[in-house]
């Protein structure tokens, strides 16, 4: 049982380079989830699955776009990186039975756009 | 809408002293409240969480935090800090209306002085 997965852990783009940060949770869990995390600001809400087949806007959505492939994978993809998008990406998932399921976290993907 | 502050981005404790970090939400809903803790280059784990049964929540690592409702405030608290304790702590906000997703406040690091 792994949990969230998340690949790579580590990238470096130049700016204008596009990418996919991969996601996949074997918890059977219904919802996936993708935040960022900037320095002082916290974690915020990009893009999320409430299902399989679904996925709406978070907090932060311009710029990226994201594909949930099945129950178990959640990708976000990068069209045109640019600076503004240097962060770090955690990927999440949760059972929602009337919300208060608390997220598994991933590890992270620390990206740098130069 | 929700929110949630976190008062002092860096707490200062010495071994063996009480833990207080601060955290006050905002909801026009009954809210579930959790606590995460982020170690250094590491994803979100989950300390506790409140989902309005008991007030006073315990969690993993010794801690603890009471939900206020007249305050609106849901503090972390742990009366003997270990050195082991220094990470990043987030409080997060939800609701049932919310579909799992978590608004977070800006962190408070906590560091632990010999």
């Known amino acids: 049982n792994a949990g969230v997965t998340q690949t790579p852990k580590f990238q470096v783009l130049k700016t204008g380079q596009s990418m996919t940060l991969q996601c996949a949770q074997d918890?059977?869990?219904?919802?996936m989830y993708w935040y960022r995390q900037d320095p002082g600001m916290g974690l915020r809400l990009i893009y999320y699955?409430?299902?399989?087949?679904?996925?709406d806007k978070g907090e932060v959505p311009n710029g990226y776009n994201v594909s949930r492939l099945n129950k178990r994978e959640f990708s976000l993809r990068l069209e045109s990186a640019a600076p503004s998008q240097t962060s770090v990406y955690f990927c999440?998932?949760?059972?929602?039975?009337?919300?208060?399921?608390?997220?598994?976290f991933g590890p992270g993907t620390r990206l740098t756009v130069l | 809408a929700q929110s949630v502050t976190q008062l002092g981005s860096h707490v200062s404790v010495s071994e063996g002293a009480l833990v207080l970090l601060r955290c006050n939400y905002s909801?026009?809903?009954?809210?579930?409240l959790f606590w995460y803790v982020q170690y250094p280059n590491q994803g979100l784990q989950l300390l506790l969480k409140?989902?309005?049964?008991?007030?006073l929540v315990k969690g993993i690592n010794g801690f603890e935090a009471e939900f206020k409702k007249s305050e609106t405030s849901f503090h972390l608290t742990k009366p003997s800090a270990h050195m082991s304790d220094a990470a990043e702590y987030f409080c997060?906000?939800?609701?049932?209306?919310?579909?799992?997703?978590?608004?977070f406040g800006q962190g408070t690091e906590l560091s632990v002085k010999p």
């Open positions: 918890m059977n869990h219904n919802s």
């Open positions: 699955s409430a299902s399989e087949g679904t996925t």
């Open positions: 909801s026009s809903v009954p809210p579930y």
């Open positions: 409140y989902t309005s049964a008991a007030t």
């Open positions: 999440a998932s949760s059972e929602i039975v009337g919300g208060a399921e608390d997220g598994v």
């Open positions: 997060a906000v939800s609701s049932y209306n919310q579909g799992g997703k978590l608004i």
